[in-house]
């Protein structure tokens, strides 16, 4: 994730003590002056990240939960960052001199138009859904990419550019006024901004629980209109400089030609290098941790907050250690390059580590050093000119663009998650080679005693955390592990005892419920079916069961190895595959009902667990529901499977689905867990077990029974009509739940209702 300046960092406790070097002097009002900028970006900050997590859960929702779209969306919301920069400190270089306004309501100005896009962003959103829809079949899946990705540039980088152009316009204000040092305005704006980060991460959840996602960016859109007045009254009150000081502000921008060696050398390289593998990181992070921390929206939210916690310790070090020394010395590449390495540790499930501290543990080290490192580099580079922040900045928005699709689509498809993290650690070990052997002036390239016993030290630390180190996929010999942009998926177990893991993570298991999501739709039906649709594929039994009714099946995974590995599971698969009555679709759920064109007698859903997950709500959601709606036949029958929640989940699925159709009935599931929601534009028969086994072909009777708990299809339907529930008196339960939708997500947020911090179990 990013801010609305470098990837990791944080504030300061004092920021007057901060910009002060001993020696230097500031007028007794130049320290408010400060608090205000800290207050500011401090603010913006927590607004970017809020706007950013939320943009990203609105795109999802509007094109699609796949990986290939949160790719675009944030290369797009990185690349406005990059472009505002630096046209914004191009700007200043370029106009400075002939503006009459105060620099300051430049500032103001951008937040202003930061604040509208709270309301204008989820309304463009909403109207490239509508342009994509009614285009439907006329669109192949890359051209879909292709005209989705041009509406979200169109409407991201626009607002994006006005967060990045918020760094330089910031330091032109510093830089304008006599009484505030500047040269390091940058890293002292970059802590705050990142500071902000922190809260932006984690505090915005509660409010998402409480007001939706709309609710919680009218809340963004107030904080940045109160940056705004507060900026103008600021800006009133400050005193007018000169025409000469503001040219000689304005002027101060040419680089020395220390500077421009010290571009030329690698200082850009070694910011485009921190974007890169920071950003890269956290997609392999992810997949590392998640056996551990699960897939819920605060298993990432801890990732990023430790990641941004941890730069804000590095970042504030930088600001204390930077007003005495001026040199970071060679050794801390090769830091950098062993703390890369740490996750290989605290990752390997044969640690006995808490799962509450492996992240901590992991990523604090390299996130922190990255920290100091990075503001030191735009300060050096810069010196408080915003024109030379901005070229900085863009170079590691570049790296911070290119570090997802490089892990996400290069490396974790072909590599495990350990040799990926290697690959992305491993220019910091070049890095730490070249400042050893190329950078060092004079004798200096003569190691000392010390500094060689460290090197070696490092060198074989590092060597261990690779080579002595285990993934949770190498941990299981037997297993079959598939690996692609989506997932790194892992089949295991024998007998009725099989697993189907993705990145980790329990998804199904064999059971006759698996076979009845399929049987018991098809047998309410009032006509022989003729199609079904199957939306996520598991391990192929419900897909499998929809084929011996001898009728056409569509099965939609989002992850394509997971039917790859079909065969694992059912000995007759490939065979099945073969069939022309068999079609497996990679896409996800909703983007295809969105897409197609057919209409289907049932539509059957089995989301994958736990029921927290982050994105699930979407296949839960009256949004969701009014969109199979269209893809199902007038008297067609949608099955939801509910394989657990909280009362107040059970509530809101309950409440979505009465409110898209007017006939829905529940039975509990036929292991005495889970529910069957069956739904319909037509009344749902109601029809006798027998009934109910006579409508099935003999091959789909077998398959019913074929892993009991009852000999006769019969006797299984029996069980489950018998558990029926009422859908009033489910609802009935808390009648002051609101229907799931795609602004309220209630199964996925739930720390206030449920307790601080208590996560479900992931499995």
Not at 381 to 387: K, L, T, W
Request: proline share 6%; aromatic share 10%; net charge neutral.
């Amino acid at each position: 994730m990013s801010t609305e300046t470098l990837p990791p960092a944080v504030a300061v406790l004092s920021p007057k003590a901060w910009t002060e070097r001993p020696g230097e002097t500031a007028a007794a009002s130049s320290g408010s002056s400060w608090y205000w900028y800290f207050a500011f970006f401090f603010i913006s900050g927590f607004c970017s990240i809020l706007y950013e997590l939320i943009w990203l859960r609105l795109a999802m929702a509007q094109f699609g939960v796949t990986t290939a779209m949160v790719s675009i969306v944030l290369s797009t919301f990185m690349a406005g960052l990059g472009a505002g920069s630096l046209i914004a400190g191009h700007l200043v270089r370029r106009y400075a001199q002939r503006l009459t306004s105060r620099p300051l309501r430049l500032y103001a100005a951008a937040e202003l138009l930061i604040g509208c896009s709270a309301v204008l962003v989820p309304l463009e959103l909403r109207g490239g859904r509508f342009v994509l829809e009614h285009m439907g079949g006329s669109l192949s899946s890359s051209g879909y990419y292709i005209a989705a990705g041009f509406w979200l540039a169109c409407s991201l980088i626009p607002w994006c550019a006005c967060m990045g152009a918020t760094i330089p316009l910031g330091m032109f204000a510093i830089r304008s006024d006599r009484r505030l040092e500047s040269r390091r305005s940058f890293s002292f704006l970059y802590l705050a901004n990142v500071f902000g980060a922190v809260a932006g991460a984690l505090i915005p959840l509660l409010f998402v629980e409480i007001f939706g996602f709309s609710g919680t960016l009218q809340l963004g859109m107030v904080l940045n209109l109160a940056i705004c007045a507060a900026a103008v009254l600021l800006a009133s009150r400050q005193e007018t400089l000169n025409r000469e000081d503001e040219r000689d502000a304005a002027g101060a921008g040419t680089a020395s030609p220390a500077l421009r060696q010290m571009a030329g050398s690698g200082t850009l390289w070694l910011l485009f290098a921190t974007g890169l593998t920071s950003m890269g990181m956290e997609v392999v992070w992810t997949r590392q941790y998640t056996p551990y921390v699960g897939t819920f929206v605060y298993s990432f939210a801890t990732i990023l907050g430790v990641y941004l916690a941890a730069t804000f310790i590095g970042s504030s070090i930088y600001r204390v250690w930077s007003r005495r020394h001026s040199s970071d010395g060679s050794l801390i590449w090769l830091f950098v390059w062993l703390v890369s390495l740490i996750p290989l540790l605290t990752a390997d499930s044969r640690m006995g580590i808490s799962s509450g501290l492996r992240v901590p543990l992991g990523i604090a080290a390299f996130s922190g050093l990255l920290g100091f490192i990075t503001p030191g580099l735009v300060d050096r580079f810069s010196e408080g000119d915003p024109n030379r922040a901005g070229i900085g900045y863009a170079a590691n928005v570049a790296g911070c663009i290119l570090g997802p699709l490089v892990a996400g689509f290069a490396l974790l498809p072909h590599l495990n998650e350990r040799y990926a993290l290697v690959t992305l650690a491993l220019p910091w070990l070049l890095i730490a080679l070249w400042f050893a052997l190329a950078r060092q002036p004079g004798p200096a390239k003569q190691f000392s005693v010390q500094r060689a016993i460290a090197c070696v030290a490092i060198l074989s630390v590092s060597a261990g955390l690779v080579f002595r180190t285990q993934s949770y996929a190498e941990q299981a010999p037997d297993a079959q592990v598939r690996r692609d942009s989506t997932a790194t998926v892992v089949a295991a177990g024998h007998g009725m005892r099989k697993m189907l893991l993705v990145n980790g993570v329990g998804m199904t298991i064999l059971t006759p419920i698996t076979k009845m999501i399929a049987s018991m739709p098809l047998a309410f039906l009032n006509h022989p079916p003729q199609n079904a649709l199957v939306i996520c594929f598991g391990m192929g039994t419900t897909h499998r069961s929809m084929l011996s009714w001898g009728i056409d099946s569509t099965a939609v995974e989002l992850v394509p190895s997971v039917p790859k590995l079909f065969w694992y599971y059912h000995a007759d698969a490939p065979e099945l595959l073969k069939s022309p009555r068999s079609h497996v679709v990679i896409d996800d759920g909703r983007r295809f009902l969105e897409r197609t064109t057919a209409q289907y007698d049932v539509i059957v859903i089995d989301p994958p667990p736990p029921i927290q997950a982050a994105g699930s709500s979407l296949l839960y959601s009256r949004e969701f529901y009014a969109a199979a709606k269209k893809r199902l036949r007038p008297d067609g029958i949608l099955q939801q499977w509910f394989p657990s929640g909280d009362l107040a989940t059970t509530v809101a699925v309950a409440r979505a689905l009465q409110e898209s159709f007017p006939y829905v009935r529940a039975f509990v599931g036929i292991e005495g867990w889970g529910i069957h929601f069956l739904a319909s534009r037509q009344p749902i028969p109601n029809r006798t077990p027998a009934e109910l086994a006579e409508r099935m072909p003999a091959s789909a009777a077998a398959d019913l029974v074929e892993w009991g708990p009852f000999p006769t299809a019969e006797q299984q339907f029996a069980d489950v009509l018998k558990k029926e529930i009422a859908i009033d008196q489910l609802i009935a339960v808390d009648k002051d739940v609101p229907a799931m939708e795609d602004d309220r997500p209630v199964n996925e947020y739930y720390l206030l209702r449920d307790g601080w911090l208590t996560f479900p179990a992931s499995h």
